[in-house]
């Protein structure tokens, strides 16, 4: 128990107050709140404008920039499906890349292509609307057909045109989004939360998504207030309507009346002071009161993001998930000297702390334009599984990482390990690479520390033997708790079930924790779980020695962090070892931290 | 003018993948190639055109090439449906 003295609370003022009632004429939508922080603007619609082709017509003059434009994006098209096609037919083999190629014969198949053109060229039609009319003409022949076979194949042209106007369209979509503007989405992928951001919007509703996809760790990295998982806000919604965003509580309201938007105004206002008071736990140690430290750092994506650690207070990086920068170029290979260079400077500017580089966990929700289609993707070819069939994305990568080592700390990270022998093997590569650095005469750290991602049960479970193979574990909780509940994260249907705080869980955190420790290594946490203060005291307990979040979460970890003894946080820990579900564990945790009066901002409060 | 008729004989009939065959191996050559099923005839070089045909196995289509490689055209096409566009068997 903590003295009160010891109590730390936030000022009173900075408390939600009773919750506020909508008033008639406004339209409240419930949704999952994933990035913090309240904007107010106007809404752009972004989903519909990106497939929905208009009717419109060109001038004469317009004409040979409409067919270039159509040109482009045709051979963009092609680009991408000959990409696809090959890695599919590649790494699937036999028939799978057949439709890939038959969507790249259309492409210049007179029936469409010179189509096309005609329309343009003698009506004078946009690109868009001219690719739509073709096409809408070949899909209903298509449609009417008896075969369900070629009732498919209509699909596989709407695909096509979908394509095509995508890429007309790049570039020309972001022009029109107002720099203060809140968009509004079907769903949004990562790159385009960061083209987005760069623009300048306010922040982001989304019909789908949760709060552990991947879209949603990017709003929270960028800082862009975010609410995802609304069924259907997109079709409430207008361009130009004044929206109310709380991506704290996980609500948009349409067309706010006055008395809301005041509301609303002074939430963002408190948010802010809010914001401020946690700058002052800043440069203040992550130790307990009994002065056990526990090391904060930060999950990285973006070298735009190294900034926020000094902001918040990290202490090196605990994930960088390299992956992004791939996936961010939309290529498939970034040379070993494209990777050094990145690696170099965040190792520069993160040093002397060190930095923790996860090699490339594709895969799962994270697909490279590979275009494979896989039933299960979560539990198919990702992570190390790839990389070991893929010497050629492993080896410049592991040979950029250890280059880098030569100019500050760095650990290496092996995600979606199953089997020892992924270890030894990956260990082997690295020998070799390090005989032909030597032979190359480049420079490297001679002991690089290596650790694996613990995020398939079967890890945690052999975690007494993996221990004495690698230098650290870093358990990834968003995966773990997906495969230890069997429950998809992204899947709305059973998001409920989605629980990182199943006693199932904990239980594999701590028997990674015991045998960790029984060897002397340290145990980090990366996944979403490090993030809610609400769960600090008991990862404590349980002996987590790393939390690794988003930056912008730390403080407040530290505020946690620094109330609490590891007395009571064991305690705690054998308590909810004990819990019958994650329900339980939850009660347990609101009523332990009332009762120790780590009095957190009832914003967070609302997660438990 | 060549005209040929033919059977399609592997198993899926000329789903995507042949189709593509088919189109592939038209385009190399300059003449103009029809196919034409029942009373329907598409143009043989665009793939949007052969998979509507949806011939399936057993269907008999008549092939019409025209132009100066017109024999070469037909018997590489003839080709590809007698190996049943290498579908296993």
Same mark, same amino acid.
């Given at each position: 128990m903590l003295s009160d003295s010891q109590h730390v609370e936030l000022p009173t003022e900075q408390g939600t107050p009773e919750r506020h009632d909508p008033f008639a004429g406004e339209i409240v939508i419930e949704g999952i709140g994933v990035a913090p922080g309240i904007a107010i603007g106007p809404a752009y619609l972004y989903a519909r404008a990106a497939f929905e082709v208009e009717e419109r017509h060109i001038t004469r003059e317009e004409l040979d920039e409409e067919l270039r434009r159509f040109e482009r994006a045709v051979a963009k098209s092609e680009r991408d499906l000959n990409k696809i096609a090959s890695v599919a037919k590649e790494k699937l083999g036999g028939d799978s890349s057949s439709i890939f190629e038959a969507q790249a014969l259309m492409l210049h198949d007179s029936e469409l292509y010179d189509a096309v053109r005609e329309r343009i060229e003698q009506d004078h039609m946009s690109a868009d609307y001219a690719i739509q009319t073709v096409i809408n003409k070949h899909r209903q022949l298509l449609n009417a057909s008896d075969s369900e076979y070629l009732r498919e194949r209509a699909n596989d042209m709407l695909d096509l045109q979908d394509r095509i106007v995508r890429h007309l369209r790049r570039g020309k979509l972001l022009s029109v989004v107002d720099a203060d503007s809140i968009v509004i989405a079907e769903n949004l992928t990562a790159a385009d939360i960061v083209l987005f951001s760069r623009r300048g919007i306010l922040g982001t509703a989304m019909d789908y998504g949760g709060s552990t996809s991947h879209v949603s760790i990017m709003a929270r990295a960028l800082s862009l207030p975010a609410v995802v998982s609304t069924h259907g806000i997109t079709n409430h919604v207008q361009t130009g309507d004044l929206i109310v965003l709380d991506g704290l509580e996980g609500r948009v309201i349409i067309q706010p009346s006055e008395e809301t938007q005041t509301y609303y105004r002074e939430c963002q206002e408190r948010y802010r002071r809010l914001q401020h008071e946690q700058k002052q736990l800043v440069p203040l140690p992550a130790e307990t009161i009994d002065g056990h430290p526990v090391r904060l750092m930060a999950n990285v994506e973006?070298? /735009? /993001? =190294?900034? @926020?650690l000094k902001e918040y207070g990290a202490v090196g990086i605990g994930l960088f998930r390299t992956e992004i920068l791939f996936l961010m170029q939309r290529r498939i290979s970034l040379s070993e000297d494209e990777q050094f260079a990145t690696y170099k400077q965040i190792v520069e500017t993160v040093g002397p702390d060190p930095v923790t580089f996860r090699v490339l966990d594709f895969g799962g929700d994270k697909m =490279?334009? =590979?275009g494979h289609r896989e039933h299960n993707p979560f539990l198919g070819w990702r992570g190390i599984r790839i990389l070991l069939d893929k010497p050629e994305l492993m080896v410049p990568q592991i040979r950029a990482i250890m280059r880098a080592s030569a100019y500050g700390p760095l650990r290496i990270l092996i995600p979606m390990v199953t089997e020892l022998n992924e270890v030894f093997e990956f260990r082997r590569v690295m020998e070799e690479i390090a005989d032909d650095l030597r032979a190359d005469g480049e420079e490297f750290a001679e002991s690089i520390p290596v650790g694996i991602m613990v995020e398939v049960p079967a890890v945690a479970l052999k975690a007494r033997r993996f221990a004495s193979e690698v230098d650290f574990f870093s358990l990834g909780t968003n995966d773990l708790t997906q495969y230890t509940l069997a429950v998809d994260r992204g899947n709305d249907l059973v998001a409920?079930?989605?629980? /990182? @705080?199943d006693p199932a869980v904990l239980q594999l955190i701590k028997q990674t924790v015991t045998a960790a420790h029984d060897v002397g290594i340290k145990v980090s946490l990366c996944g979403e779980l490090a993030a809610r203060p609400q769960a600090t005291p008991l990862l404590l307990g349980l002996g987590v020695d790393e939390l690794s979040a988003s930056p912008v979460y730390l403080p407040e970890i530290k505020r946690v962090v620094r109330a609490v003894s590891m007395d009571e946080t064991r305690a705690l820990a054998d308590e909810a070892l004990s819990c019958g579900d994650a329900h339980e564990v939850k009660a347990l945790l609101k009523h332990w931290m009332h009762k120790h009066a780590c009095d957190l901002a009832s914003y967070l409060e609302r997660d438990s | 003018m060549v005209v040929r008729e033919v059977t399609v004989t592997n198993r899926a009939g000329l789903h995507t993948r042949p189709a593509s065959m088919i189109v592939r191996t038209a385009s190399k050559f300059d003449s103009e190639f029809f196919i034409q099923k029942d009373s329907y005839e598409i143009n043989g070089k665009s793939i949007i055109g052969v998979m509507t045909l949806a011939a399936e196995q057993g269907a008999t289509l008549s092939l019409t090439f025209e132009g100066e490689d017109e024999a070469e055209a037909a018997d590489a096409i003839a080709e590809l449906f007698e190996s049943g566009f290498g579908e296993v068997k």
């Open positions: 973006f070298k /735009e /993001e =190294l900034k @926020l =490279l334009p =590979l409920d079930k989605y629980q /990182e @705080l | -």
